[in-house]
């Protein structure tokens, strides 16, 4: 089966913008890859951050078999991730591991700098997938089929500026939002951290809300998620654009 990675920072980030995605190609016979390269530590005013890290591990992987996708642990703390080849080494292992056709990860530019900080090493990761020369942590084989990055929506479809971030297509998700607010559900340690942190009343429900949000713009669907294709060069070819292409029946392009 052809396979898609989904790469980001913290437990609970795949399922608010990119989990929908996701089941749709399990629908159509991908096989569903997860990694979240934080562990989460931070995200508590309850738990210490040792008890944290490991509610959220289990969080995180509950989510992933509700999402039917293969789990891959965090290889760093939450606040404390950089660009270095300590961390990206970790993440290339995943990407050849998994031996992906889609990377989906976070926006370039978002709300906070651990998303874009992973954002890029997603990108440097899913790069070196063909790259004999660089070994990765643990060493893992190369393999030479092309791999395309997509980026999801930032936090409030907007720059840190302000600015409004279109995506270049658009995914329905309204047939499988219950599912996905399902797996969601499963970070149960969120609901009083996010409601103290960001002033998110329900979590679960700003999921709904960013995703009806992103079905207004879309102009078609109740539900979305939108997505920007990075640049083919160094990493596919120049007309790939296998998750439009997987996906043409639930999408339409921005």
């Known amino acids: 089966m052809p396979s898609v990675l989904a790469i980001a920072a913290h437990p609970d980030d795949i399922e608010f913008v990119m989990a929908g995605t996701m089941l ?38 509950q989510a992933a078999k509700v999402l039917g996708a293969t789990f891959y642990g965090p290889v760093a703390r939450d606040m404390e991730v950089l660009y270095l080849p300590e961390y990206y080494s970790k993440i290339a292992a995943v990407v050849r591991r998994s031996k992906a056709s889609i990377v989906l990860t ?16 997603a990108v440097t990761a899913a790069f070196m997938h063909a790259m004999p020369n660089f070994v990765t ?35 329905d998700t309204t047939d499988v939002i219950d599912q996905k607010f399902e797996a969601l559900g499963c970070h149960e340690s969120q609901r009083a951290w996010l409601d103290s942190s960001q002033k998110m009343d329900s979590y679960t429900e700003t999921m709904r809300t960013i995703g009806r949000e992103v079905g207004r713009m879309s102009g078609k669907f109740e539900y979305a998620e939108g997505w920007r294709r990075r640049e083919h060069w160094g990493f ?3 007309d790939d654009d296998p998750l439009r292409a997987a996906l043409g029946d639930v999408s339409v392009d921005g």
Do not use: I
């Open 137 to 171: 942590d643990p060493p893992e084989a190369t393999y030479d089929d092309p791999v395309t990055v997509y980026h999801a929506q930032p936090h409030g479809n907007k720059t840190p500026m302000g600015e409004p971030v279109v995506p270049h297509f658009y995914v």
């Open 24 to 61: 749709q190609l399990a629908r159509r016979g991908w096989d569903l890859h997860y990694m979240n390269v934080c562990d989460g530590s931070r995200g508590s005013t309850r738990l210490s951050e040792t008890e944290c890290a490991a509610t959220r591990l289990g969080e995180a992987q």
């Open 236 to 238: 596919c070819g120049p």
């Open 106 to 121: 976070h926006s370039p530019v978002d709300y906070m700098e651990d998303h874009e900080t992973v954002c890029r090493m």
